[in-house]
């Protein structure tokens, strides 16, 4: 059997300590990337399932705008002109309107609704 000298064997020791520190810290490398897989299959899973509430949310959102379009009258109705009548006479509180500006108010007034509603009603060829 081969004899080490003090010198070799020290030297053949601190090479095994070395090996295990390298072993120590590719163990805690692999372990953090482990968790990081683990934490970006999360993360995936997470966004897919926002991405599938978000789809749901924008069908449902739009149903429910083409449902307010198919209920708007449209602008020349008697409701819309009832509804401006009733803009006009608030707004004329405060001292008269000119028909100019009245026949103005009613676009203004049916554009402005289907913008708080977050519709778009297509215009129809006159």
Request: with cysteine.
């Amino acid at each position: 059997m081969m004899q080490f000298t003090e010198e070799q064997r020290k030297a053949h020791e601190s090479k095994i300590h070395l090996m295990e520190e390298m072993i120590k810290y590719a163990a805690k490398q692999l372990d953090i990337y482990k968790r990081r897989c683990e934490s970006t299959e999360a993360t995936i899973k997470e966004q897919d399932e926002l991405l599938r509430q978000y789809q749901e949310t924008i069908g449902r959102l739009s149903r429910d705008s083409n449902a307010i379009a198919q209920a708007l009258p449209e602008q020349g109705s008697d409701a819309v002109n009832d509804a401006a009548w009733l803009l006009h006479d608030l707004l004329a509180e405060g001292g008269p309107l000119t028909g100019f500006q009245f026949n103005n108010l009613k676009g203004s007034f049916y554009g402005a609704m289907k913008v708080a509603l977050g519709i778009s009603v297509p215009e129809k060829p006159q």
